[in-house]
């Protein structure tokens, strides 16, 4: 319990120093990108700590550990005449650290469900993630938040869940669109994070048009409105 409390304390200190200080950074810069929170989401094991060091920083480590709370890197990409700052929130996929991650998923812009193709209980627990996201980042409507499916460790000798399996899902829950990946050796990584991005784009586009016109009349009675959250609200 002490150890669990220590981690906690130094997770938080750490996140507190680095988050902060990647934001000042970002404005001290003067970028005129934007920043978008990124949420990684797996069973423990399935390689998301590789995938986010592959797209960041193109590296793979073959003894790489299982991430403890949270972590994130940041990424810079363009999109078109865009610019987009990705900060990529790798988190533990273990239950006991349940607590420590659950609040980071707030004020997500995309979340990424990623799974191994040798492990059919970790593709199993895809929908376990995206409920639990759903509740702790406090989604109202799942259909205009922009999610991604990895089938992360396409370079294993045998693979157990089939494309056709994870893609079926796929359109089954939402038409989320799906990538099959190999942190080891970069297969499809980058596409797959750019995805996240084009996928945000595109359902903020859509809303954009469905959003009901008012005419060019104003009315100075009338009180503001206050916002609501979700993309088409």
Request: glycine share 6%; charged share 25%; aromatic share 10%.
């Given at each position: 319990?002490?150890?669990?409390?220590?981690?906690?304390?130094?997770?938080?200190?750490?996140?507190?120093?680095h988050?902060?200080?990647?934001?000042?950074?970002?404005?001290?810069?003067?970028?005129?990108?934007?920043?978008?929170?990124?949420?990684?989401?797996?069973?423990?094991?399935?390689?998301?700590?590789?995938?986010?060091?592959?797209?960041?920083?193109?590296?793979?480590?073959?003894?790489?550990?299982?991430?403890?709370?949270?972590?994130?890197?940041?990424?810079?990409i363009?999109?078109?005449?865009?610019?987009?700052?990705?900060?990529?929130?790798?988190?533990?996929?273990?239950?006991?650290?349940?607590?420590?991650?659950?609040?980071?998923?707030?004020?997500?812009?995309?979340?990424?469900?990623?799974?191994?193709?040798?492990?059919?209980?970790?593709?199993?627990?895809?929908?376990?993630?995206?409920?639990?996201?759903?509740?702790?980042?406090?989604?109202?409507?799942?259909?205009?938040?922009?999610?991604?499916?990895?089938?992360?460790?396409?370079?294993?000798?045998?693979?157990?869940?089939?494309?056709?399996?994870?893609?079926?899902?796929?359109?089954k829950?939402g038409?989320?669109?799906?990538?099959?990946?190999s942190?080891?050796?970069?297969?499809?990584?980058?596409?797959?994070?750019?995805?996240?991005?084009?996928?945000?784009?595109?359902?903020?586009?859509?809303?954009?048009?469905?959003?009901p016109?008012?005419?060019?009349?104003?009315?100075?009675?009338?009180?503001?409105?206050?916002?609501?959250?979700?993309?088409?609200?």
């Amino acid at each position: 319990m002490q150890a669990e409390k220590l981690v906690q304390q130094n997770l938080v200190a750490f996140i507190l120093k680095h988050l902060f200080g990647c934001v000042y950074e970002h404005k001290q810069m003067g970028s005129k990108s934007k920043l978008l929170k990124v949420v990684l989401l797996g069973d423990g094991g399935v390689g998301k700590s590789s995938l986010m060091n592959r797209f960041v920083s193109n590296k793979f480590d073959t003894q790489s550990f299982h991430t403890i709370g949270v972590e994130f890197l940041n990424k810079e990409i363009s999109i078109g005449s865009e610019s987009y700052t990705m900060q990529i929130w790798d988190t533990a996929g273990q239950e006991r650290f349940k607590s420590l991650r659950t609040p980071f998923y707030r004020g997500a812009d995309c979340c990424l469900l990623t799974y191994a193709v040798d492990d059919v209980k970790s593709f199993e627990n895809v929908s376990m993630w995206k409920k639990e996201f759903l509740y702790y980042a406090d989604i109202d409507d799942e259909s205009t938040f922009p999610f991604v499916v990895i089938g992360n460790k396409i370079d294993v000798g045998q693979r157990l869940v089939s494309y056709n399996t994870a893609s079926e899902w796929c359109e089954k829950n939402g038409h989320v669109p799906y990538f099959e990946t190999s942190a080891k050796d970069s297969t499809n990584v980058e596409v797959a994070f750019t995805a996240a991005v084009k996928r945000l784009k595109d359902l903020e586009d859509k809303c954009a048009e469905v959003k009901p016109s008012h005419g060019n009349t104003v009315d100075l009675n009338k009180k503001k409105e206050s916002q609501s959250t979700g993309c088409c609200n």
